[in-house]
């Protein structure tokens, strides 16, 4: 049966909001632990995914009381900011899927300079010392230093670089995709009248 009813629409609204609720706190858990135990000592990082998975968690949480109260102000604006939601990750995602060699390198380049923390990581976890070149000359916290074995970060990091992207962009799509699902249901099921209220009230 095509999902039309009232019902229907309330239960695929209410399933698709706690499914973002996972995803948000799944998002907060990985973060936490990641700056835990030390696999990540970039404040921005964590502090950036942790923000992203706190505003999803309250979008979520807006959209599972109206899709259960009804309440059409609550859904008004959660429509609105998945419609937002969806047009930022949709261009995101598909920006990420459409880059080039040469732009790929020149963003990683602008990250890598942003922050010293995020070099030491970097450096230290894919055991690799200075962006396009090794200069021995400087500090660098990877192992291969000592050696004096270190390649540049560059290489090592464009050899996964359009994988990344791919996988990054295709999950993109797909949220972006079940974000705009999601504003068509909130939108039919705003315009529905619940069966259990006075059929000559309208909602």
Known sequence: MVCGGFTCSKNSLCALNILYIMVSLLMIGIAA???????????????????VGI??????????????KHHQVLLFFYMIILFMVFVVQFSVS????????????????VGWNTSDTTQRD??????CCGFSSVNYNKTCS??????????????KIQEHTGEVLRFVGGIGLFFSFSEILGVWLTYRYRN??????????FL
């Open 192 to 201: 529905q009248k619940d069966p259990r209220a006075n059929p000559s009230a």
């Open 142 to 155: 990877a192992p291969c230093f000592h050696n004096l074995s270190c390649k540049s970060c560059a290489s």
């Open 55 to 68: 505003f999803l968690f309250l979008v979520a949480v807006v959209g599972l009381i109206g899709a259960l």
């Open 122 to 127: 970097v450096e230290n976890s894919l055991d």
């Open 33 to 51: 632990w990641g700056k835990w135990f030390g696999l990540v000592s970039s404040f921005q990082v964590v502090g950036g995914v942790i923000g």
């Open 94 to 109: 598909s920006a990420c899927l459409a880059l080039n060699k040469e732009q790929q390198n020149h963003l990683l380049e």
